[in-house]
């Protein structure tokens, strides 16, 4: 009986050990999803419409922003240019600062999510 007993207490201290550490690891994934959200919109609305699109790129990484995953693009055949900037949450959700841009100008801007 007592080894049942032992096995139940192990068990039940497992589980709450693991419950912990979900709780810790989705409350982490909660703020850095909101702070990297918030970063994407504070940036966004630093750009206006007709801006230049030079130093962009720079401008979003000394802010924060994530090298790896923000780009400029552009399209071969429409010569449509685009730019995203990338701020990433604590796996792999993403909150982008996307521009389209024409002559050197910024044309249109959107925020969007990507996870």
Partial sequence: MKAIQSI????????LLMALALLTIGLAAGYYNQKSE???KAYC????????SKGLLEKGLAV??????????K???TQEESLAIAFKGLFIDRHY???????????????????
């Fill in 38 to 40: 918030q970063q994407a």
């Fill in 75 to 77: 399209d071969a055949t």
């Fill in 97 to 115: 600062c996307g521009m389209t841009i024409k002559n050197e100008t910024i044309t249109s801007k959107k925020l969007f999510f990507l996870d």
């Fill in 45 to 52: 609305s630093s750009i206006k419409l007709g801006d230049s």
């Fill in 64 to 73: 924060g922003a994530d090298k790896r995953h923000s780009y400029y693009y």
């Fill in 8 to 15: 139940f207490i192990r068990l039940i201290k497992t589980l």
